[in-house]
């Protein structure tokens, strides 16, 4: 009794220290801009997106960039639906169109890093925007990308919702958007301090020179992250910086999972992914998990006035947080689903909390991953 009641007590301090951290980092994300607008090439892997490209490929035509300075490449990684045929009719929508049809994988990368690797060789951007196949950005999103490239800068990130505002999604929907809203947040604060956590591979750019001065993800080997896998490299291995803005003008929309189960595989595969973060990573998710574990337990162990203090400061450093970087991005409205998400944040931590002790196999747009005890990939299929 006594060692859980330390460790609540233990957890809840660090959760605290970690969320004042965190909120202090997303004040140190004032970034110098220039107007330099350089060429851009905007890659968009797909597989099996036959329902959600024509609206992204539609915004990104809608851009506020000099239409001679970019270039969308749509890269369909071999989809078993109609992607392949509406890229080629999209195509004939405008000449800043070029497409790519990818027969064969780059052995040791997974889909989407291999469809990014072969698409860098098919593009001439000096920077290269990234974004999905089920995504919509602001006609902004491309110039404010390119206003944070200063000369020593080599990747920027940026804030992706799964809704936008009075739009009518569902409130399952609403719920998984403020969830991607916490969760950047805690990336971006970190990034604050220098310190890699996240990036969101829907709404992100990197310089070529960057890339290529690492090698690029040819030179990376296996990941499901790539986009924290370049993000990392740049950090560890080169003096190129890292932005991670909270940037309302590039702020992308995508769909959230319209179901719990393809919620669950989501958040398996974003759970597996998580074996190949650092130590900060690993004890940030360390933290979370064992005070979203022993705050339920402690109502039934402990008396309820202590019990209720443990919750009520977790929920005050989550909300704070919150009313902090959505209203950045002008999206306070959906704090009136707060308590609903600090329920379903509970529950699903607890819940995924088996992927990130013990091997599993994970299976995303057909391929399979499976790790081994030791958190090192056994197998890649697909």
Not at 213 to 218: A, D, F, H, L, P
């Amino acid at each position: 009794m006594q060692i859980l009641l330390l460790l609540l007590l233990l957890g809840v301090s660090l959760y605290l220290l970690q969320t004042l951290f965190i909120y202090l980092g997303t004040h140190r994300l004032n970034y110098p801009k220039t107007k330099h607008l350089p060429k851009i090439s905007i890659l968009v892997a797909l597989r099996d997106e036959e329902q959600t490209l024509k609206p992204c490929v539609e915004s990104l035509l809608q851009l506020d960039y000099p239409k001679e300075s970019f270039e969308i490449l749509l890269i369909n990684d071999r989809s078993s639906d109609r992607t392949p045929e509406l890229i080629e009719e999209l195509k004939k929508k405008s000449d800043q169109i070029k497409t790519l049809h990818i027969k064969s994988g780059i052995p040791g990368l997974s889909g989407k890093a291999n469809a990014i690797a072969q698409g860098m060789e098919n593009c001439s951007g000096e920077l290269i925007l990234v974004t999905d196949g089920d995504c919509r950005v602001p006609p902004s999103w491309a110039k404010e990308h390119a206003a944070y490239y200063q000369q020593n800068v080599g990747m920027v990130g940026g804030f992706t919702l799964l809704d936008e505002k009075n739009d009518g999604a569902a409130l399952f929907g609403k719920i998984q958007s403020l969830d991607w809203a916490y969760l950047l947040s805690v990336g971006t604060g970190f990034m604050g301090f220098g310190i890699p956590l996240s990036v969101l591979g829907n709404n992100f750019s990197f310089r070529r020179e960057a890339y290529e001065e690492v090698g690029g993800y040819r030179n990376m080997g296996f990941t499901i992250i790539e986009d924290f896998a370049l993000m990392k490299t740049l950090v560890k291995k080169t003096s190129w910086k890292v932005l991670y803005p909270i940037d309302s003008k590039m702020l992308v929309y995508s769909h959230p999972m319209s179901t719990i189960i393809k919620f669950y595989r989501q958040r398996k595969r974003w759970s597996a992914g998580g074996k190949e973060v650092g130590f900060y990573g690993k004890f940030l998710m360390l933290i979370s998990v064992m005070v979203h574990l022993l705050i339920p337990i402690s109502f039934f162990i402990f008396n309820f006035q202590l019990s209720f203090l443990a919750l009520l400061g977790v929920l005050l450093a989550d909300f704070s947080l919150l009313f902090r970087t959505i209203g950045l991005v002008r999206r306070r409205d959906l704090l009136k689903y707060f308590l609903l998400w600090e329920g379903f944040y509970f529950l699903y931590t607890i819940l995924f909390t088996p992927v990130l002790l013990f091997p599993t196999t994970v299976k995303w747009k057909n391929i399979s991953y499976q790790w081994k005890f030791n958190l090192k990939l056994k197998k890649m299929s697909g």
